[in-house]
């Protein structure tokens, strides 16, 4: 069977780890492809509750071999202590493979990270700090350290030192910052050999053997496609790109090996840090959407800011990925607001336009026009099948799939793997 991908639709969050512990029952593969462990999958099964930001959310079906892959950029100390709490409930890591390609977040980025937020000022990004642009800067730098690097422990050392020489420059001359001891990167650089090591290999063989074998892998995404490196709302965007293209680039292999693009968008929308949120709610309604959802940071703890459907969003990242089918999540949210509202257009200077605008400060003066549809009077959590929910949230669920140009072939009511309803089967 070929390669299904599981993205973002909207600015991340949309319950991707959820539905790609869901459908991964019936995969061979998951396989991440891109961002580092500034991304949080939060994944609820019999063995508690985990917030995955490196593992692939598939890690807990025993048959599925989990990739992490070189379009991602890896931070072994958390890696480490994810392998270690799965180990502690029982999960089997055995099947979780790194590339040997994927780069390595060092101590230096993270303190750049932080440095240069916090120079920012008031025009900060809202970054999480966690050392994920300065390493895929240096990827296309072409001074990172990989992870089959550190295999390869003796000739690290010197390359360490001159990018070290470099990096403490700018940390100490630029920011005025504490310089990074070149001894203890490099002692960490051996512990991770040590730890990581048995973990790391390449991975393209693997999964081209796989595609070969007529067995199926899900591409897992991380963040959304609104926050796209060249298709977000630039510059408040991540490091990489959570779109089609970096699930080929992420892994090596060929758009013709992918059957299925899927599409997760939650049943309203949200965005953490700065930029450009056309349908904000900074009201009573945001707020209590943003308590009933519990919508803060899986990674950070921030509080998401929250707002209605945003359907011209919706329908850019529907084109710009293709997405053969949309997945619905959060709907459960909603069973307590009456009306429930979807932004359909935007008005821009005065004019109305139905397309998602590139330009920043064109984004930022867009108001929302939205339609107004009743609420419903039955709950719709947990449900798992179509004909239990009501009919005002189908009618609904039916709008957004008009509005965005797309099939809604899955709908999440709850957090949990159960809760699903499965209008069609897409895999």
């Not at 973990?199 to 007529?214: A, D, G, K, R």
């Not at 609104?226 to 060929?254: E, Q, R």
């Not at 929302?368 to 949230?393: F, N, Y």
Request: aromatic share 8%; glycine share 12%; net charge neutral.
């Amino acid at each position: 069977m070929p390669a299904y991908a599981v993205l973002g639709g909207q600015w991340g969050d949309e319950g991707k780890g959820k539905i790609v512990d869901y459908l991964a029952e019936s995969a061979h593969m998951v396989a991440r492809f891109s961002g580092g462990n500034n991304a949080g999958h939060t994944v609820i099964n019999r063995w508690g509750e985990f917030k995955f930001h490196l593992v692939p959310s598939g890690i807990f079906w025993p048959h599925a071999i989990c990739v992490i892959g070189n379009g991602v950029v890896t931070d072994p100390d958390v890696l480490l202590e994810e392998i270690e709490g799965l180990k502690k409930s029982g999960a089997n890591v055995s099947q979780l493979i790194v590339s040997d390609r994927s780069h390595i977040i060092m101590p230096y980025h993270v303190a750049l990270d932080r440095l240069e937020e916090k120079a920012r000022g008031g025009d900060a990004i809202g970054t999480t700090g966690k050392g994920i642009g300065p390493v895929y800067s240096d990827k296309a730098a072409r001074i990172g350290i990989r992870a089959g690097d550190l295999l390869e422990p003796e000739s690290l050392f010197s390359r360490l030192k001159s990018i070290l020489d470099l990096k403490n420059a700018i940390i100490t001359k630029v920011y005025g910052g504490i310089p990074i001891s070149l001894e203890e990167v490099y002692e960490r650089c051996k512990y991770w050999c040590a730890h990581l090591g048995p973990y790391i290999q390449p991975t393209q063989p693997l999964i081209h053997q796989t595609l070969e074998s007529n067995k199926s892998i899900l591409l897992e995404g991380a963040q959304g496609s609104l926050l796209d490196l060249d298709h977000g709302t630039y510059p408040y965007v991540t490091s990489s790109y959570p779109t089609i293209g970096g699930a080929c680039i992420g892994l090596g292999i060929s758009p013709r090996s992918i059957a299925g693009i899927l599409g997760v968008f939650k049943a309203y929308s949200t965005r953490v840090g700065a930029g450009p949120f056309p349908t904000e709610l900074d009201d009573d309604i945001g707020k209590a959407i943003r308590e009933r959802a519990w919508e803060y940071g899986a990674t950070t703890g921030r509080p998401r800011r929250c707002g209605w459907f945003d359907a011209v969003a919706a329908r850019y990242t529907v084109s710009i990925n293709g997405f053969t089918s949309a997945i619905l999540t959060r709907l459960d949210v909603l069973d307590v607001f009456s009306p429930v509202k979807i932004c359909t257009a935007y008005e821009l200077d005065g004019k109305i336009i139905d397309r998602f605008p590139g330009s920043l400060s064109d984004l930022e003066r867009c108001k929302p026009i939205v339609e107004e549809l009743p609420g419903w009077d039955k709950p719709t959590a947990s449900a798992t099948r179509l004909e239990d929910l009501p009919s005002r949230a189908i009618g609904y669920v039916r709008r957004i799939e008009e509005v965005i140009g797309c099939p809604i072939d899955l709908i999440s009511t709850g957090p949990k793997r159960h809760e699903t309803v499965v209008i069609r089967k897409f895999m």
